[in-house]
């Protein structure tokens, strides 16, 4: 690891002005399990870490009209285990449980986990000057993309590796975003960019730029929601392909009013099964529509040399998902 400063922000306005001075490069600093490999792995170097821990009151979960507010240094444990969120919204705490391990859910912040960066094997090693670190190449394009995007690649292929972001989407989750300007609210789904906007960022988050805030909206009558995940690892690992569900269903509980589906692990961003959505509102939530549903989904994949398998598992994994929110047995 390169030699930095280390900078306790004392408030929020400290903290974006510290991050937004250009003479040294700086970086934010949550749980810093995500960071601090990439620093000991030499590929990124700030001249400066800031704190945000230090900064009371971003750690706070609350409820109110606007529906659940999670601050950006919440612990993804707090999140699996608060039991007003595993009532509500079942699959955020799912989401936040299957990350890693006990010791990094203890650790690890919601911001933190929204803004990680990728883990293709070609990034995190510092001798593959690839296009995501500015260089001229994917390698992984004629490498080894076992664990890369099967849709929304090029010029680079990487897969979004956040749990919490595709349930938050399909939630209808916003996020809050401090600068040294002020702070804006942007919906979960124009968070994200792809590699063909910009393949150096995983986010529309500019340098010195801070996550403050997530907020899910109060879960409607007759809403129901589950995130699965399908990983190679049991113990702990990142998704293959995952999916979040978040479904409206009528009185009786049988048809589905409105449907929310997002899948990880796929593609660079969390992607919405946009076609799947369509197919299933309106219907009767049974094998055969969830089946014709999920079959839509990814129906314009690209996979690479490597990874075809992903499109079906993508399907399964959406189409357990569906049926576990829906409380349908088969
Ligand atoms: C072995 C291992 C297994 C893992 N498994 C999973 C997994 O299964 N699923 C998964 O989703 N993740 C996984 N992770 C990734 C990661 O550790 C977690 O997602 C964790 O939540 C990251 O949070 P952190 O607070 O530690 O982030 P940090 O390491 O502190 O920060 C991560 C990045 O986000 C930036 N950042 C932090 N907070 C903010 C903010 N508020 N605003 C703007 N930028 C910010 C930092 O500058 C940094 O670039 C794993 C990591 C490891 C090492
Ligand atoms: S997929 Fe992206 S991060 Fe991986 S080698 Fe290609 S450009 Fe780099």
């Known amino acids: ?25 700086s970086l934010p ?3 810093g399990t995500d960071i601090l490999g990439e620093m000991k792995n030499r590929y990124v170097s700030p001249g400066r870490l800031v ?10 979960i609350s409820f109110g009209r606007e529906g659940l507010k999670l ?4 612990r993804l444990h707090d999140i699996a285990m608060d039991k007003r969120i595993q009532k509500d919204y079942p699959g955020l705490a799912q989401a936040a449980d299957s990350v890693g391990s006990p010791q990094l859910r203890n650790v690890g912040t919601l911001g933190g ?59 209808g989750a916003k996020v809050t975003i401090q600068g040294v300007k002020g702070s804006r609210d942007v919906v979960m789904d124009e ?42 690892r049991g113990s702990r690992d990142f998704a293959l392909a995952s999916a979040g569900a978040s479904l409206l269903v009528d009185e009786a509980g049988t048809t589905c009013l409105k449907a929310s589906l997002v899948l990880g692990g796929v593609a660079p961003a969390p992607h919405r099964a946009k076609e799947a959505e369509a197919l299933l509102t309106g219907k009767k939530i049974d094998l055969q529509a969830v089946e014709q ?7 314009d994949a690209a996979p690479m040399t490597e990874n075809e398998y992903k499109v079906g598992l993508a399907r399964t994994i959406l189409k357990r998902a569906i049926l576990r929110a829906a409380g349908v047995e088969v």
């Open 293 to 299: 549903a999920v079959k839509a989904a990814l129906a």
């Open 191 to 232: 968070f994200f960019i792809l590699p063909e906007e910009d393949s150096t960022r995983e986010n529309i988050l500019l340098p010195g730029e801070l996550i403050t805030a997530v907020t899910v909206p109060a879960p409607a009558k007759g809403s129901r929601n589950c995130y699965l995940k399908f990983k190679e």
């Open 71 to 74: 601050g950006a240094l919440v």
């Open 113 to 171: 986990n929204l803004c990680q960066r990728p883990r293709c094997w070609y990034y995190r090693g510092e001798e593959y000057p690839c296009i995501r670190k500015s260089g001229g190449i994917c390698y992984a394009v004629s490498g080894r993309n076992k664990y890369h995007c099967v849709i929304g690649g090029g010029p680079c292929f990487i897969v979004h590796p956040s749990d919490t972001a595709p349930m938050l989407m399909a939630l």
């Open 1 to 25: 690891m390169k030699a930095f400063s280390y900078y306790n922000a004392t408030d929020l306005k400290d903290a974006v002005m510290v991050l937004g001075n250009m003479e040294v490069q």
């Open 51 to 60: 704190n945000l821990k230090s900064i009371p009151g971003l750690d706070k």
């Open 29 to 31: 600093l949550a749980g």
